[in-house]
């Protein structure tokens, strides 16, 4: 009867690498293991196949990186920077697309058929600030009970929003029913980077305003401050005075009616 296969005797598995993840950045200077390359110089020129001593040669003597550049050629190309300055320049670069990249955000607002009106003006704000941030807006309208039998109210209450932010947004998507729910989409006219673009301009001058103020107009206001206190607190004394003389007028009648 033949043995089951130990653990001993299967094959052996290669094991695959668990360590940290796989660089992404280049290869520079002595990293680069390479008989020759396709050496590009400081501004772009083209050096030619030298051999690797060769390139990190004339690196040192420009007191330059040599950096791979395009790792899948035959033979790699490898260019002369400054990485330290390059590497900066890649991440200000990214990091300014990154501010300047617009997503797509879709806001929800619920609202009910028979909703108060002053329920209303606060959701109706509420989607005004969202169009003017350039989001979406998804309006749902939840009904109840024996409102399912009463879409026309849902409806009318749709459009009326529609008509009341019609400067800000545009119906992007018809009411229509979902269950017990009626959905309308709305979009803003303003885009997202508009938007945003307009937001930071606003924050830049009030930030100026502020920095544009500078100690001296702080002192004035606060000179200002103390002046108003000194001529509230002149005001208090003088109110209370006269107070005191007319109290002063009625009890002296008083007096003499005993004295006669």
Partial sequence: MP???TAA???????CNRGGPISTEPRINDRIRVPEVRLVGPSGEQVGIVPLAKALELAQEYDLDLVEVAATARPPVCKLM??????YESAMKAREARKNQAHTVIKEMKLRPKIDPHDYDTKKGHVVRFLKQGDKVKITIMFRGREQSRPELGFRLLQRLADDVQDLG????????????MIMV???HKKKTEAMAEARAAADA?????QGRGPAADQADDADEVE????EETEAVEA???DTVEAAEVEQPAEAAQDA
């Fill in 240 to 242: 209370g005075a006269d």
């Fill in 228 to 231: 108003a206190a000194e001529v």
């Fill in 82 to 87: 400054d990485y330290g300055k390059f590497k």
């Fill in 3 to 5: 043995l089951r296969a």
């Fill in 186 to 188: 709305l979009g803003p």
């Fill in 170 to 181: 545009f119906v992007e998507s018809a009411p229509k029913q979902d269950g017990r729910n």
């Fill in 206 to 210: 009030r930030k100026a305003e502020r």
């Fill in 9 to 15: 005797r299967r094959p052996h598995r290669k094991r």
